[in-house]
Every structure is written in C-alpha cells, then in structure tokens.
C-alpha cells in the first residue's frame, strides 16, 4: 500500500485490499476522477475481477457539472454499468436510479463541532447537501455507533437504515532499522522520555489542552525534566492558537512539531514512545490510539465520542475539557508501573479485535443482502 494513503483513502486502500483478497468471484470497478492520468500509480488494484477506470475532468469541473448540470455524468454509465455504487465517503457524484448506493461515513465532526473548521470548509460541506446525499442512499455504513448516532441525530435517517461496521487495524509491528531510528531521534533532539500525539494540528484534536497538561506536569514534578512532547502530524484547520499556546510555554524547547512524517518515522515513534496521549474532542473512530496500542505504547485518550467504544477497558480515559485530568493520566502511567504494564498487556490485546478482514466480511454481507433487495 502507497504509504502516502492517510484517513479515507487509508482506510479504502486497506479495506479493498482486505476485499480482494477474500473475494474474487464479484466483479469491482474503481472510478477516479483527475485531471492528471493516475492509471499507472493505481495499476495495482488491477486484478482479474478487479478493474480501475479513470476520467481526467478537472475536479472543479466536474463538481459543477453535478451541481448545476441535471447531474451528470453519471457514474455507473461512466463505468458500463454497476448493481452497487460504494462510495468510501460523502462526494458528489451521481448515479442512474437503478444503481444502488452505500456510504460509508467516517464522522460528521464538521455538524458536531461547525466551529473546529474553517468558514471555506464549512461553506464546502454545505454545498455537498451531506443530509441529502445520506438520506438519498440505500444504506450507510457508519464506522461506530457514536457515528451511528451522530447520522440519525443530526441528519434524521432511520436508524434500521444505518449498519456499523468497525475499521480494521494493521496489527502487524513493524520492525525499525535501530540506526535510523538513532539518527532520527537525534536529529529532532529527541534524547529522553516522548509523550507522542500523532494526528493533524487542528483544535478538534484538543492540542492546546495537551499542551497545558504537559505543562502542569513539568511544573509539579521534577524527575519529568527528560520528557518531550512530540506532536507529530500536519497542520489542519485554525492551527495558529495552537502555535501561540506553544510560544507561551515555559517549556517550548521541549515541545516539539515534527509535520508530516513518514510511515517509517511513524513506526520510529511508536517504538519509541512512552506514552501515547490522544485527548481529541470528536474523533468519527480514531485509528491512532490502537495503532500505539498494537507498539505496546499504553495510551491515555479522551472520554468523548467513539474513543471509548475503540480503546474499551485498554487505555485510560479522561475529560478532554480538563487539562489537570490529562495531566494526572499522564502522569499516573508515567509513575505506576503496574498500571502501565497493564495498560500495555490490554492494549495488545485490544488491537487484535479490529481486523481489516473481519470488516471485508462484513461490507461483502451488506453487498450480498443489498443486491439480493
């Protein structure tokens, strides 16, 4: 897999891997619309029942025409035609009245939490028209229940409508190259203990709060003088309060913004790490909190949202909203040896139970019951 997938096309690329593996007895077609010929890049997911087929209109373009045009083109026509149109997230697009439609829906954070994004974003997910896009399909796949409810509150689809199928995790550890790894922690003056977030810069994932936690846990205590805060990841929306919470800190030289990081350097830290601290407000799943568990990292995350319906009993969770609690977490498994071996031994564990097959089953029940209609 292009270790540039991330978020949806992560979660696609993994889980059409999954399906192809399991399947090979339906035919798939893999639409993809861009001004420039990916043909070549996406090569791979030609198989024998498999198939990419791209159109190369300018995105903008394209959207305008399903917008303003009497949608079109249509997809399925595009593709010589199809029972079941997947779309791995909320798009336009359009589609011939016999064609079938599942969504699956990753978070309505930008419904939940309008404030988090910017009024550009905002004004992008209003000309989607999400709640008619969700309540036009056939069925939705939400990727846990908070989602679930999120879709049936917020957007008022019928709940029989909506079926929740969990995210896979790649639960292979990867082994690091111990001198890269040497020279990459050297070379960001990453010397000592590492509290690691990793996930984009952007106030939905309640970095500020981070920040304070880590900076009232340096202040009370002494014996923290080695620990980093490593923020790993690359910036999101309304990023620079986060900037100016940084600058503030008494601290900052420990603090550490790396970007956008490699899936090498991901597993550098995760390797690395003592901790791994996840306190977001809204997360739709949260792969990064069973990605650290499957490194035996103990992690402590947010009590909000789908968190704890993923972490279960393997991580310890607090307020999000009370930084003193994430720092008191913080520092719980920094001291308590027992508490932190068990958190690792829960972790490994927990991340066991999210399979990227155990999810291509589950999306093949749906096309089978959603094609037999």
């Not at 300018?58 to 949608?71: A, E, R």
């Not at 304070?212 to 080695?226: G, K, M, P, V």
């Not at 995350?301 to 319906?309: G, K, R, Y």
């Not at 068990?342 to 972790?347: D, F, M, N």
Request: glycine share 6%.
């Amino acid at each position: 897999m292009d270790e540039y997938y991330s978020g949806v096309s992560g979660y696609t690329a993994n889980l059409l891997s999954a399906i192809l593996g399991i399947d090979n007895k339906n035919e798939y077609k893999f639409f993809y619309n861009s001004w420039h010929n990916l043909d070549k890049r996406l090569a791979q997911w030609n198989r024998n029942n498999a198939q990419v087929i791209g159109t190369h209109i300018p995105n903008k373009f394209f959207n305008y025409l399903y917008q303003k045009i009497f949608c079109y083109p249509k997809i399925d026509k595009i593709l010589g035609g199809v029972d079941i149109f997947w779309s791995p997230h909320f798009n336009f697009s359009c589609l011939s009245k016999k064609t079938k439609r599942i969504i699956t829906v990753h978070d309505l954070s930008f419904l939940r939490y309008p404030e988090f994004f910017s009024k550009r974003k905002n004004f992008w997910h209003r000309a989607l028209k999400v709640n008619k896009i969700l309540r036009d399909a056939d069925k939705i796949i939400a990727v846990s229940e908070n989602t679930k409810h999120d879709i049936v509150e917020l957007i008022g689809v019928p709940a029989e409508k909506v079926q929740v199928i969990y995210s896979g995790n790649d639960t292979a550890k990867k082994e690091i190259n111990n001198i890269e790894a040497a020279d990459f922690l050297q070379k960001n003056n990453l010397n000592g203990r590492i509290i690691l977030y990793l996930g984009t810069i952007e106030p939905r994932k309640n970095i500020i709060g981070l920040i304070q936690a880590y900076n009232q846990l340096r202040q009370d205590n002494q014996s923290f003088s080695d620990l980093k805060l490593v923020l790993a990841g690359a910036k999101g929306w309304k990023y620079k309060k986060i900037y100016q919470e940084w600058n503030l800190s008494p601290f900052k030289q420990d603090i550490i913004f790396l970007g956008y990081i490699s899936q090498n350097e991901r597993n550098i830290l995760f390797t690395k790490a003592s901790i791994f601290a996840y306190p977001s407000f809204y997360e739709g799943f949260g792969f990064p909190p069973l990605e650290a568990m499957t490194y035996g990292l103990p992690v402590v995350c947010a009590n909000v949202s789908s968190l704890p319906e993923v972490v279960g009993e393997a991580a310890l969770i607090v307020n999000p909203f009370m930084p003193a609690e994430i720092k008191q977490a913080l520092e719980m498994v920094l001291l308590d040896e027992k508490l932190r071996n068990l958190l690792i031994s829960r972790g490994l564990e927990r991340a066991k139970f999210f399979t990227w097959e155990k999810t291509a089953r589950e999306y093949l029940q749906v096309f089978k019951e959603l094609n037999e209609k």
